[in-house]
């Protein structure tokens, strides 16, 4: 069985642009949640979606949006990108909203900002 | 508020030595307890997880570690450590069961020396 799908795997932005990350969790699961790891750092908590609803945010700025779909899949926004916004995005999911821990992450997408 | 600390952000043992990585933790609520586990190049990987039912809990790959509320430490153990177990380790937790909003540690490189 597939896992937890993210693209692109890499990409470069300037400062200023828009990006668009990607997540398709593991086939049954209804909740996909984003994290943000900076290099040399624990992951932090982006967003949880369930249902296509927002369950949860962490502390990050209005420039951060996502959305989930029908079929469970995510996208990440990123709105004027800093130069610290480079960083590795990961997505994980998991069958329900709330669950025994196991979050199921995909091999992320890297983000670099010149 | 959450927070959780790893001591140490390079560990190296030797080959068939004793793998010790340490998480201390700080919550006004009991925690639940997590250690992921991140190769190069990929996801993060659970290794285990504390849910309050047994206070020493058994992961993958030989691993285990011990909830010690006294202590306030979750510290990651392997009696004979194996060139494999080289990559970054993470400590997490979360306040409430289930909850997808996990706070992780800064991580632990493990460095394996033939």
């Not at chain 2, 600390?5 to 068939?16: D, K, N, P, R």
């Not at chain 2, 570690?65 to 004979?80: D, G, I, N, Q, R």
């Not at chain 2, 993470?90 to 460095?111: D, E, H, M, N, P």
């Amino acid at each position: 069985d597939a896992g937890v799908t993210q693209s692109p795997t890499h990409l470069i932005k300037t400062r200023g642009q828009q990006v668009t990350l990607r997540c398709s969790p593991i086939s049954g699961h209804k909740s996909v949640s984003w994290y943000q790891q900076v290099l040399g750092q624990g992951p932090q908590f982006i967003f949880q979606y369930y249902e296509k609803e927002e369950r949860g945010r962490g502390n990050f700025p209005d420039r951060f949006s996502a959305r989930q779909f029908p079929n469970y899949s995510s996208e990440l926004n990123v709105n004027a990108l800093l130069l610290g916004d480079s960083a590795l995005y990961l997505c994980a999911s998991s069958p329900g909203q709330m669950n025994t821990g196991e979050l199921f992450f995909g091999e992320g997408s890297r983000l670099t900002v010149l | 508020a959450q927070s959780v600390t790893q001591l140490g952000s390079h560990v190296s043992v030797s080959e068939g030595a004793l793998v010790l990585l340490r998480c201390n933790y700080s919550s006004s609520v009991p925690p639940y307890l997590f250690w992921y586990v991140q190769y190069p190049n990929q996801g993060l990987q659970l290794l285990l997880k504390y849910t309050s039912a047994a206070t020493l809990v058994k992961g993958i790959n030989g691993f285990e570690a011990e909830f010690k509320k006294s202590e306030t430490s979750f510290h990651l153990t392997k009696p004979s450590a194996h060139m494999s177990d080289a990559a970054e380790y993470f400590c997490a937790s979360t306040a409430i069961q289930g909850a997808q909003k996990l706070v992780f540690g800064q991580g632990t490189r493990l460095t394996i020396n033939p």
